[in-house]
């Protein structure tokens, strides 16, 4: 079993659309997650970071996090052309030393 | 701009060559990071250190070493490079228990 799982997608949306992301984890003693975006040939940037259970929101992004399910989640309200991206969910169980990335979403969407 | 910088951003290397690939940040953070990306396999932790001198395996460290002499200067060594080491390498850092990573722009090497 992986230890961050991610749908590869791609996940195709119009735009003006809320676009979810989902993420599970395997290790019940993670602390820090983390969403990051990626652009073709680019690096991976940090988007949404989330330590507690519940919702937090910044702009356009809502991470989600509930830990008794072992999922974390990403909305991205009214998604433009230039959301098309690869997000990556990662977690981090050891106080920041090493932090596990899934393997990333793709996201399109349309104009 | 708080930046993470890498020296090259495209490498090609032959094989057998010892290959060095620098790493420069200028946020005083503890933390740094050398990562290997390649499709359908994700990020892969190489090694990482959380203090000068200091440096510790990842999940894939074998052909590869690091060398922390300055806070903000972390180098990744492939002693001998082989055709399976070409892929995306990718510098990050951060402070210790911090909001997420700071990732440099990579450095895409090619084995040949």
């Known amino acids: 079993q992986k230890e961050v799982e991610q749908n590869s997608g791609p996940l195709s949306v119009p735009e003006g659309a809320i676009a979810s992301l989902n993420c599970t984890y395997s290790d019940r003693g993670s602390q820090s997650f983390f969403w990051y975006r990626q652009y073709s040939g680019k690096s991976p940037e940090l988007i949404m970071s989330i330590y507690s259970n519940g919702d937090k929101e910044d702009g356009r992004f809502t991470a989600q996090l509930n830990k008794a399910s072992q999922y974390v989640s990403l909305l991205i309200r009214d998604s433009q052309p230039s959301d098309s991206a690869t997000y990556l969910c990662?977690?981090?169980?050891?106080?920041?030393?090493?932090?596990?990335f899934g393997a990333g979403t793709r996201l399109f969407v349309k104009a | 701009d708080v930046k993470v910088t890498q020296s090259s951003r495209y490498l090609v290397k032959r094989t057998g060559e010892k290959v060095f690939l620098e790493c420069v940040q200028d946020?005083?953070?503890?933390?740094m990071f050398w990562y290997r990306q390649d499709p359908g396999l994700g990020l892969r932790l190489i090694y990482f250190s959380y203090d000068v001198k200091m440096k510790e395996k990842g999940d894939i460290p074998e052909g590869y070493s690091v060398s922390r002499e300055k806070k903000e200067r972390f180098s990744l060594i492939l002693e001998s490079a082989s055709t399976n080491q070409t892929s995306m390498y990718l510098c990050?850092?951060?402070?210790?228990?911090?909001?997420?990573?700071?990732f440099g722009s990579g450095t895409r090497l090619t084995v040949v």
């Open positions: 990050a850092s951060s402070f210790p228990r911090a909001d997420g990573y700071t």
């Open positions: 990662a977690v981090n169980n050891d106080g920041g030393f090493k932090t596990i």
């Open positions: 946020m005083d953070h503890e933390n």
